[in-house]
């Protein structure tokens, strides 16, 4: 399966900002999407931004303060996080799904990262 490692996480104060990125672990041969999700305790994971091939869709709750993007030739997606707020504290996970060289499917999750935003 495909390794994805996150990294970028912290802890900031309401207002500032954070970046996020998830790097697979071997170069894909296509990729369908890759998405940013999040999880509140006591909460259900929810999708926080996606893209697929040049569009891109927000939660309402990120919209214009958060900007997915990608890297195809490393593999790598990005999530900027702007005027961040104390509801956006939550885990992150990133998720891409695609075909391996081997052109066999995949669907792999990072490991999550912590955002904690204070107010």
């Known amino acids: 399966q495909v390794q994805l490692v996150e990294s970028g996480g912290g802890e900031v104060q309401a207002g500032g900002s954070l970046r996020l990125s998830c790097a697979a672990s071997?170069?894909?041969?296509?990729?369908?999407?890759m998405a940013w999700h999040r999880q509140a305790p006591g909460k259900q994971r929810e999708l926080v931004a996606l893209?697929?091939?040049?569009?891109?869709r927000y939660a309402e709750s990120v919209k214009d303060r958060f900007t997915i993007s990608r890297d195809i030739a490393k593999s790598t997606v990005y999530l900027q996080m702007n005027s961040l707020k104390p509801e956006d504290t939550a885990i992150y996970y990133c998720?891409?799904?695609?075909?391996?060289?081997?052109?066999?499917?995949?669907?792999?999750w990072g490991q999550g990262t912590q955002v904690t935003v204070s107010s």
């Open positions: 998720n891409i799904e695609g075909l391996r060289r081997s052109l066999r499917p995949f669907d792999s």
């Open positions: 071997e170069i894909i041969f296509k990729i369908n999407t």
């Open positions: 893209i697929i091939g040049s569009n891109t």
